[in-house]
């Protein structure tokens, strides 16, 4: 009887996880992929493999399946940092992040190479002020976004609208509708390997490392969270609302400026119309599919990023199974609908009134 | 006392559509000015504007009347696509173009009740829904056929005659400089889009249906209060939309004549500015299809602008429908934020 119970309570407590989401959807990939692997007569734990290769161009680097997948995964967990923050202050999203990492891409590549120099290998200007570019311009749109948020008042979705039709058409146009290719070593160690590590990896954790430092050790992730949940309720308890508002936009163009330095190291170029493509709606999705409410309020990090990569392992598995990359997003559609549908509050009260009658028919 | 507060909230409204209309004279007459002698003053150049929105024109009819609910449908776009590629995919299999559209005109209906339902029942925000909507459609697009499938004459002889059917009016023509007088002429499209426009108008203006929409956007619960069935109301818009978009797919087809995975990317983001260009809040309760309409004609001046001029950049267009579309909200924002000030 007590073991019974006993089991009860951890079976509500696993019920109750917050990563219970975005782990069995991680492992639900898992065995799709070794289930495929066993299909088609390869070693069933190939996914799981990871050795160390000799290349030419980059040394001894390590390779598998995880590993490409934690490294193509990159931008969309660094995305997915500043995207929960935002979900979580303001209860909306914001659709401008893929089109502002091609324009900070854009903006970058032009300072290095010079306007209307279409390919070089050699620098313009210092690397560092490059970089330094295409961080501010993040900034200054994520700035824009939220004054338009916070101080106007304007739904995100809508506010974020503007941006997301003009940034990558501004980075067309300082690109000279150009694809900008900048072939310098020291511009492509963003996105290749440092020692046996991918580079996007190891900063994809620093920022993972910094901001969540900053979560736990700083008020800011309570005060965001509780503006999320009554922005006039914290307003009145003390709390600039606006300012942190404001805050977690900005912050969310510092990342989408991260992104696209990764992003555009990885190619060494500016393709203003194919960086952080549809990017948006994967880091939409990995908020959602890491258990967080896109209603506002509580938020989850570590939730957000283990979406981000079940979202890559998915799409490289897709890959690996044959399917084309612009067949892909049914597979993603019909993801999205499933998870949203159980996270609905109708559909709970459904399940739980249906719950119900079925226990009390098993009284009777 | 009550009469005039009605008057001023009416008048508020009113003035976002002047400013509208305003803005498109404006810019046409710029357009006349700067681009005369490439013959911008033409009536042609007026309708060509509308040949290539025609199917922009019905989309944005459905955006508006999602967006008077408070929601929005950015699934527009792919469907759009979705609908090209079947009906060229159908018609080079053999099948007859009035079939065709049949079943284009039902997938949509069907799509868009599907989205209407999770947004209205399930409660789900209506961005994600049509997010997903909008990958479900491209996918399936690429389902269907990953190459460029283009109708021709041999596909499909009625389509193309549609296609190429010249409506031509009895005003307006000019005798251009070789001394022949060209008629101006519209093409079926045209016809198919004001008829949608019409139709959506007095459905709005004086259909229980239309005031409902106005009254769901306008406060969700005082319109159940009412007696509304809110959520019954929401999934109807969801299918409206879709089913405009469905029409607008038709009439683009025959504008592009062909079927490719890359279609209408980004005319979601033209029907949204159109409609906010044209007065329609985004938080729900207030605009209507004039004008959403002189919205596309706006955006369809711009571009025309663009493509006459022929040396700036492709990326204008984009750049000027955004900054348009920021002047547009913050007024509005304005307006708003006057209205909430006078209520207090």
């Known amino acids: 009887m007590s073991k019974k119970s006993n089991s009860k309570i951890y079976w509500n407590k696993l019920k109750n996880w917050p990563l219970l989401l975005p782990v069995i959807a991680l492992i639900l990939v898992m065995a799709v992929n070794i289930i495929h692997d066993a299909a088609i007569g390869e070693n069933p734990l190939s996914f799981f493999m990871i050795s160390l290769r000799n290349t030419t161009t980059s040394g001894t680097i390590l390779y598998g399946r995880i590993i490409d997948i934690i490294n193509r995964g990159s931008e969309v967990a660094i995305l997915a940092i500043g995207m929960t923050l935002v979900v979580s202050a303001s209860a909306g999203t914001d659709i401008s992040v893929g089109s502002v990492m091609s324009l900070c891409a854009s903006f970058m590549c032009m300072m290095l190479a010079g306007y209307g120099v279409s390919s070089t290998t050699t620098l313009a200007m210092p690397l560092a002020i ?33 941006l997301y039709s003009a940034a990558r058409a501004i980075g067309l146009l300082l690109c000279n509708d150009l694809i900008v290719y900048v072939r310098n070593p020291s511009f492509a160690y963003f996105g290749a390997f440092t020692g046996p ?35 006039r309720a914290s307003r009145i308890a003390g709390l600039n609302s606006r300012l942190l508002i404001f805050l977690a936009y900005t912050l969310c163009g510092l990342f989408a400026a991260i992104a696209g330095i990764v992003a555009s190291s990885r190619i060494t170029s500016a393709d203003s119309n194919n960086i952080g493509l549809y990017l948006e709606m994967d880091a939409i999705l990995s908020v959602a599919l890491g258990g967080n409410s896109l209603g506002g309020g509580k938020f989850n990090l570590a939730g957000s990023i283990i979406g981000a990569y079940t979202i890559q ?23 999205v609908i499933l998870i949203v549908v159980i996270e609905a509050p109708p559909f709970k009260a459904f399940v739980r009134k249906f719950n119900a009658s079925r226990a009390a028919a098993r009284e009777v | 006392m009550d009469k005039a507060k009605t008057k001023k909230q009416y008048n508020s409204n009113t003035i976002l559509l002047f400013i509208t209309i305003a803005l498109f004279i404006v810019l046409y007459a710029g357009g006349c000015v700067a681009y005369g002698s490439k013959g911008f003053t033409h009536f042609q150049t007026f309708l060509n504007i509308l040949i290539t929105n025609a199917g922009l024109i019905c989309v944005t009819c459905g955006m508006t009347c999602v967006m ?18 079947l009906l060229a995919v159908g018609m080079k299999n053999g099948m007859g173009a009035v079939p065709m559209i049949i079943i284009i005109l039902l997938i949509g209906a069907v799509f868009g009740i599907f989205q209407g339902f999770l947004v209205g029942y399930l409660e789900i925000q209506p961005f994600i829904v049509s997010m997903a909507g909008m990958f479900f459609c491209r996918g399936m697009t690429a389902v269907i056929c990953t190459d460029q499938v283009s109708i021709t004459q041999e596909i499909s002889p009625t389509f193309y005659a549609w296609a190429n059917a010249k409506i031509v009016l009895p005003f307006g023509g000019y005798t251009n400089n070789k ?23 007095i459905l709005l203006r004086y259909t229980k249906f ?8 306008g406060s969700e619960q005082s319109a159940a209060m009412m007696g509304l069935n809110v959520k019954m109301i929401k999934m109807k818009a969801y299918m409206l939309s879709s089913f405009l978009c469905s029409i607008g797919g038709i009439c683009y087809c025959l504008n592009t004549m062909a079927g490719s995975v890359s279609q209408a990317t980004g005319l979601e983001m033209d029907a949204i500015s159109s409609a906010v260009i044209g007065g329609t809040l985004l938080t729900g309760g ?25 040396k700036l950049a492709s990326s204008w267009p984009n750049i000027l429908t955004a900054m348009l579309l920021f002047i547009f909200i913050v007024i509005q924002s304005i307006f708003a934020a006057i209205r909430e000030r006078k209520k207090a």
């Open chain 2, 179 to 201: 001394g022949k007088y060209m008629a101006p002429y519209v093409r079926p499209a045209v016809i198919v889009a004001l008829l949608v426009l019409v139709v959506i108008f």
């Open chain 1, 313 to 335: 392992a998915i799409t490289t598995t897709l890959y690996a199974l044959g399917v084309s990359t612009n067949q892909a997003p049914v597979f993603k559609a019909i993801i």
């Open chain 2, 286 to 310: 207030v605009g209507n299809v004039i004008g959403s309409f002189f919205g596309v004609l706006i955006n369809g001046t711009i571009s025309s602008i663009v493509k006459t001029n022929g």
């Open chain 2, 210 to 217: 239309g005031r409902s929409l106005y009254a769901v956007g």
């Open chain 1, 130 to 162: 490059g970089l330094l570019c295409a961080v501010v311009m993040g900034i200054v749109c994520g700035a824009f976004n939220g004054t338009l948020v916070a101080h106007l008042k304007i739904q995100p979705m809508v506010a974020t609208l503007i």
């Open chain 2, 68 to 85: 008077l609910t408070g929601g929005i449908d950015i699934s527009v776009g792919a469907l759009i696509a979705m609908d090209c590629m």
């Open chain 1, 197 to 231: 590590i991918p580079t996007p990896i190891i900063i994809t954790a620093i920022c993972i490392i910094i901001v969540s430092l900053v979560l736990k050790k700083t008020a800011l992730g309570m005060y965001i969270q509780s503006v999320g949940i009554n922005a």
